[in-house]
């Protein structure tokens, strides 16, 4: 069987992820949002934002696979499928489906071995926060977008809980689009969190916008000034940064809080 020799990445997890298997040189193309792994932005030429790309700069490359993300890119697949390229769509929303797509990743690039291993390195670390033992587990609020106020997504709140937190949005998490995530000023000062983390996909989070919100300042969190941010190429990747980096400023965030 002949493995893909020349990949297109729309998104960086694939991009970040194909490259800690060892098989960068089959990517000859990325997303212009892509930071991680940092030398990538340096190798391969960006073709794609997130939600549009440069169609014809795609089929010059010649790629034998272009990989993309969610409904949001099906526009993107769409015409890429009409100029005969062959596409793949991932659609990870939880940790469980996030391992799926590394192992699907390392076989299409013949490294499922390898795959397996990474996965197994992520699995022990998430093993061992889930053993520790906080004096405190606090309530927290994620919050992925300001305008409308939107709450985390699936991943988001299983790295809160691995953490010690508890997701006071944990049952809107598992919805799949941003608008059923959507909520209110209201509906947050009642869940009273401790902690605010805040990641607004694309801009810098405005924390005093956050502290000005009437009637947030009977919220602990910001009555404590515990309001924090979190880059959102760390946490709102559905691959390795997610699982490393963002999982571990979560835990400082809510180590932090217990510390006190």
């Known amino acids: 069987m002949k493995l893909p020799q020349r990949i297109v990445c729309l998104t960086e997890e694939t991009t970040e992820t194909i490259y800690a298997l060892g098989e960068s040189h089959r990517i000859v193309g990325i997303s212009g949002y892509t930071v991680r792994p940092s030398i990538a932005r340096k190798e391969k030429p ?3 934002s997130f939600v549009s790309a440069n169609i014809e700069k795609i089929i010059e490359l010649d790629p034998d696979l272009v990989i993309g993300f969610s409904d949001v ?4 697949a769409s015409d890429l499928i009409k100029r005969g ?3 793949l769509c991932f659609n990870q929303r939880s940790i469980k489906e996030i391992f799926e797509m590394i192992l699907l990743l390392g076989a299409i690039v013949g490294k499922y071995e390898q795959a397996e291993i990474l996965i197994e390195s992520y699995k022990v670390k998430i093993s061992k926060l889930k053993q520790r033992k906080n004096f405190f587990a606090p309530r927290v609020y994620f919050e992925e977008w300001d305008d409308p106020l939107i709450s985390g997504i699936g991943w988001v709140s299983e790295l809160i ?3 010690g937190g508890v997701d006071i949005f944990s049952d809107l998490s598992i919805k799949k689009s941003a608008k059923e995530r959507s909520i209110n000023s209201k509906m947050v ?7 605010i983390i805040a990641s607004w996909c694309g801009k810098k989070v405005n924390k005093e916008k956050i502290i000005s919100r009437k009637g947030w300042d009977k919220i ?3 009555a404590k000034k515990r309001i924090y941010e979190i880059k959102s190429s760390i946490i ?3 691959g390795p940064a997610c699982l490393t980096d963002g999982l571990g400023e979560v835990v400082k965030i809510i180590n932090g809080f217990n510390d006190e």
Do not use: F, G, M, Y
Request: net charge neutral; charged share 25%.
């Open 220 to 222: 602990p969190a910001v």
């Open 161 to 163: 809980e691995i953490a």
């Open 236 to 238: 709102l990747q559905p």
């Open 73 to 76: 890119q099906a526009s993107i």
């Open 46 to 48: 960006r073709i794609s």
């Open 189 to 195: 000062i009642e869940k009273k969190p401790d902690i």
């Open 85 to 87: 390229i062959q596409v």
